[in-house]
Each structure stands twice: as structure tokens, then as C-alpha cells.
């Protein structure tokens, strides 16, 4: 192959979809950002000289390489350096703690980490805790222990890497049991992204700018958003930070075609006042698609009245996409996830017997053909994702009915999906505990018109302790100075004994149904 990269497949097969884009159209513009915009030509040659200090440094193939930056375009360029030197990149939620952080860098055994310097205390606590870190590279300014990137790649040739080889991403994902786990796959070539989901997007290059309303370090920004947009060749816009009048006047102003939102987006745009939404014109929309919790009826029927029919839904997770359905089949089948693709199973949770339609169970996706997916360093926890080693299961409940549609029945009993991110209770219950007055706990999700569910703790006391105010204000400022706060209890309960099976083992949803009625 040669450095001109005018093959659309072959590029993609050696992480230069971005070079194979500069080729064809290096004008275009590729990334439009608070922090600066890259053409296509600009994007590219700064993507070679990161891979370029990466491999001068000594980085070689498989190498790991942490990466913990906000929406801006130096994410892509290290992202897409990755990818085109053949190693295994970890996009870092950097709402976490510095403990947790440092976990994921150690766990994915990553010997370079990139970091915002918006992060600059939590980098620097990082790097004294992960000694396997050997380069350590600051973004968008200067962090003690780290070279600044800019400074890293001055003098590097901006000309395509010879020898270019398919690296990966591995994105992390908790748990029931609390610890994250990598979600390893080998290198794939996909042109198209999530293929599925990029033919119903309708990409056109001449006219088409993406927005990307969340975290890049989330899978579905990163893939929905980011990687297709670069994929297909268009211009992509990144939100630093949601805002729903902010989301609009983007729109408006940068004449959006697609983009992906959670439930709480939409719940918190139809919330704007009349005159507000009526400023801008949402017209050049043309997709729009949604995923990451469930989402009430009514507020996709005042979308579509708002944006029209261009709202697709996907089911799916870091694991692996399930399920999409267009506008026109949700409409016919409202609450739906889509058709159910072939081989996938409904299962009786006590029996393991697979279901007939219309009888509710646990959902099995069929393994996809390609990117199948193990945890990191933990076998046991891959073999239990798996049915038989053909089918996972992201342990929702829901059935298929005569006509072939998923209808999701209820969620994962434990996970809490709080404006569109996951709190595993687990987690929380861990952290609390470990306060002194702590005997047990059960954390429960409430539902919430805004959020979707927000997180509640229910605390049974230490012998001898008393409940008040003050013990509530007390934990609740223990969370937040040891997870991240997004997982933090908004409220904190006491029980005098919560329910627990003969065995002892707290029963979560009787926990649940005493806050939330008649919610199992």
C-alpha cells in the first residue's frame, strides 16, 4: 500500500482512515472545538507526529496507553495515533478519583498516559501511583513530571508513518462486584463504524457536521459521535460541556445533521421555555439517535413533534450493540428497541430455559461475528459473560413479541442509569462501608422525572449509633471525598435492619419496593 492511502478499506486496515479523508479532501474541516479545529490535513499530520515521539520513545506493538482528556482535538490526534501504531489506547473517565484512575492505568498496564492539564492535581497523584507509567504527556498546558505535547511533537515529520499498523481502543466498564474491567477485543477494521448505525445516519461529506454532546471517553460519543464522523469523512463539532440551550444554538448556528443524546437530554430541552427553543432552528437535523437508558414515551413523542422523524434507538453497551430501531417502526411499536436480531435469546433467570415471544427474561445477544470481546486479565468474569461461549448478556429483562420487536421490561436489578451513566451500587456500598458508623448498606436508584434515577443510599447503623441530620451530611461528604460524584448518593437513608435472605445476603429489591413501591 502505498502513503497515498487512496483506498477507503485498505487505509482502515492500517488505522489511516483519517490519512485516506486528507488525501481526498484536506481542506475540510475535521474537528470544531472550544479548544481550537483541525482541517483534515492538520488533523492528519499532527495524528504523524504523535505516533511518530510515540515510537521514538520506545513504544511498540500491543504497548498500552492511557489517555485522559476532555472534548477537544488533541483527544482524536492521540486516539488516531493509537490506532495507526498498533497499540491498545484507554479513554479514561476523568470524572473518577485519582485512586480510581490510577486502578485503570495500572490494570491496563499502560506505559504513557496522556493528561488534560484541567486535571493537572489529579495527574500528578496519578503518576506517584502508577509506577509502570514511564511517559507522561500533558495537554493544553504544563503539568509537573510531564512533557507538553506540543513540545514533544515540535520537529517531527508531519508526513505519513511508514509501516502504519491496526492499534486498538480498550474502554473500561464497572461492574457488580465494584472493580472495573477492561473490555478487550482485537484490532478490527470497521470503515463504517457500527455499521448499522452509520447507514441509517446517512453521512454525506459535501454537507454533513456531527455534534458531540458527551464525554469522548464514554463509548458512545467515542463511537457514535467521534469515530463515525471520522470514518465517514465529515466534520464533527465537540460540546465541552451539555447544555441544552448551548446544544441548540449549535445546531442553529453550525447547521448540525446528526448527533447522539440520552433521555435526560431530551427531557431537559423540552423543559426550556417556548421563546428559548423557538430562537433556533433545529431543521438541518436530519439524525438523531439515542441509547444508554430507557426512554419514556412521552418525551420521544414531543422530540419527534419537535425535531421530526429522524430519532433512531439503540440497544447496546461497551460490550457490544444489540438492537436499533428506526423512526417509522417505533412509531408502529412504541417502547420497542428494535427488532430483535437473529439468535438472540430470552431466558428464564431460575431455569435457564430459553422463553417462546411474549414471556418475559433475561436477554442474550448473539456474540458478534467480529470484535468479540474478553475482560482484561480476568477469565472467570469472561467466561461468565457468555452462554454457552455464543451468547452475552448485559443482564436486562425484557421479551420479543409476535412480531419480532425487543421490549425492554425492566434493567439490570442493580444498575443505577442516572442521566445516562451507569452507578453500579456496589461501588457506593464499598465506600460507605468503610465510615466507622456503617454496620451495612443497600444503594437503590429513585426514579427521577430529570434524571432518570438518582442514587440512594440505605444505611443500617453500627450498635450504639444514632441517626440524625448531621451523620446523613457526614457520609454523604465521605462519598464524595472517595468516588467519583457522579456516584455519590444524593440521599441517605436508615434502616434499622435491612432485609436479608436466610444466608444473610441484603435483599436489594425488597430495599427498593420499601422506597419504591411495587417497583420489581
Known amino acids: ?238 460540546m465541552d460541556k451539555w447544555e441544552p440551550e448551548e446544544t441548540l444554538r449549535l445546531i442553529h448556528d453550525k447547521k448540525i445533521t446528526q448527533s447522539h443524546m440520552v433521555p435526560t437530554m431530551f427531557h431537559r430541552l423540552l423543559a426550556l421555555p417556548a421563546e428559548i427553543r423557538s430562537k433556533y432552528d433545529v431543521s438541518s437535523m436530519k439524525f438523531l439517535i439515542h441509547g444508554a437508558a430507557p426512554c419514556p414515551v412521552h418525551v420521544k413523542e414531543e422530540m419527534f413533534e419537535w425535531f421530526g422523524p429522524i430519532i433512531f434507538e439503540y440497544y447496546g453497551a461497551t460490550e457490544g450493540t444489540g438492537t436499533l430501531i428506526d423512526p417509522k417502526s417505533w412509531l408502529s411499536k412504541k417502547g420497542s428497541v428494535g427488532l430483535a436480531p437473529p439468535g438472540l435469546l430470552i431466558v428464564d433467570g431460575e431455569n435457564d430455559k430459553e422463553l417462546p415471544p411474549g414471556e418475559v427474561g433475561l436477554i442474550w445477544l448473539p456474540v458478534p461475528e467480529q470484535g468479540r470481546f474478553e475482560y482484561f486479565k480476568a477469565e472467570e468474569k469472561t467466561e461468565s459473560a457468555y452462554r454457552n461461549g455464543t451468547h452475552f448478556s448485559m443482564h436486562d429483562v425484557g421479551y420479543v413479541d409476535k412480531d419480532g420487536y425487543l421490549f425492554m421490561s425492566d434493567r439490570r436489578n442493580d444498575l443505577i442509569l442516572s442521566g445516562g451513566v451507569n452507578v453500579y451500587p456496589a461501588e457506593v456500598d464499598a465506600c460507605l462501608l468503610k465510615h466507622p458508623d456503617v454496620g451495612d448498606v443497600c444503594t437503590i436508584g429513585i426514579p427521577s422525572e430529570a434524571w432518570g434515577e438518582t442514587v440512594m443510599s440505605v444505611v443500617e447503623l453500627k450498635k450504639g449509633v444514632g441517626a440524625s441530620e448531621a451523620l446523613k451530611e457526614s457520609l454523604i461528604e465521605h462519598c464524595a471525598e472517595n468516588i467519583a460524584k457522579f456516584k455519590c448518593p444524593r440521599d441517605i437513608e436508615f434502616e434499622q435492619e435491612l432485609p436479608r435472605t436466610e444466608a444473610g445476603k441484603i435483599q436489594r429489591f425488597k430495599v427498593r419496593n420499601l422506597y419504591v413501591p411495587n417497583s420489581e
Open 1 to 238: 500500500m502505498t502513503n497515498n492511502f487512496d483506498s477507503l478499506e485498505e487505509s482502515a486496515a492500517k488505522g489511516m482512515i483519517v490519512a485516506f479523508h486528507a488525501n481526498q479532501n484536506p481542506e475540510r474541516l475535521a474537528i470544531q472545538s472550544e479548544q481550537g479545529s483541525r482541517t483534515y490535513k492538520q488533523l492528519n499530520s499532527r495524528i504523524n507526529q504523535i505516533a511518530r515521539s510515540l515510537m521514538k520513545l520506545g513504544l511498540h506493538k500491543g504497548d498500552a496507553v492511557s489517555l485522559m482528556c476532555t472534548n477537544r482535538p488533541e483527544f482524536a490526534e492521540v486516539l488516531m495515533a493509537c490506532h495507526r501504531s498498533g497499540l491498545r489506547v484507554t479513554p479514561i473517565n476523568w470524572h473518577l478519583t485519582a485512586v480510581e484512575i490510577s486502578y485503570i492505568v495500572n490494570d491496563s498496564e499502560s506505559v504513557a498516559l496522556f493528561g488534560d492539564v484541567r486535571f493537572e492535581e489529579n495527574i500528578e497523584k496519578i503518576l506517584r501511583a502508577c509506577e509502570s507509567v514511564k511517559i507522561s504527556v500533558s495537554i493544553g498546558g504544563y503539568v509537573k513530571g510531564c512533557a507538553l505535547l506540543d513540545d514533544l511533537i515540535a520537529g517531527e515529520s508531519t508526513a505519513n508513518i511508514e509501516n502504519p499498523m491496526l492499534g486498538q481502543q480498550m474502554l473500561y466498564t464497572s461492574g457488580t462486584t465494584g472493580s472495573p474491567k477492561g473490555v478487550y477485543r482485537e484490532p478490527i477494521s470497521n470503515v463504517s463504524g457500527v455499521s448499522l448505525i452509520a447507514a441509517a445516519a446517512g453521512y454525506d461529506p459535501e454537507t454533513d457536521t456531527a455534534l458531540c454532546t458527551g464525554p469522548l471517553y464514554h463509548a458512545a460519543p467515542l463511537s457514535l459521535d467521534l469515530t463515525a464522523a471520522l470514518n465517514a469523512g465529515i466534520g464533527i463539532y465537540l
